[in-house]
C-alpha cells in the first residue's frame, strides 16, 4: 500500500470511530465537574441534555478527551484530507508532486515532504 492509500486509510478508520452510533458527533462535548459528599470527578457530557457522558479520572484527563470529541476529529479529518487530496503525483511523471516545489521550485518527490509528514503524524512508523 503506498504512503497516500495508508494515510487516507487510517482518515477513514478515525472517521468511522468518531461515528459510532452512540454519540452524537455532530455536537462538542462539554467539560463538567461534579462534585458532591463522596464524589468528586471529572465528567464529558457527549449529549446536550446531559443524558450521556463519560467520566474522567485524574484531574485534566477530561480537557482531553473533550477536545478530542467526534465533531472535533470530524472536522480535523475533513481538513487533513483536504490537504492530501491536494498532493497527487504529476500525470506524466509519477515520481514527482504535482503540488510541492523546492526551494529552486522544482517539483519535490514523491512521496512529497507534506504526505511524509503526515503519514509520520497519523500513521507513523515510516522514517
Ligand atoms: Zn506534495
Known sequence: MDLKAELLAELDRLETLARHPDVQYTLPWRQGNVRGPGYDCELIYTHP??????QADPEGVAAH????????????????????????TTGDRDHLCGQCRDVLGDCETWPCPTILALHEGFCGGYR
Open 65 to 88: 478527551i473533550a477536545s478530542h470529541d467526534p465533531s472535533a476529529t470530524l472536522r480535523r479529518i475533513a481538513g487533513i484530507r483536504a490537504v492530501v487530496e491536494l498532493h497527487e
Open 49 to 54: 441534555d446531559e443524558s450521556g457522558f463519560i
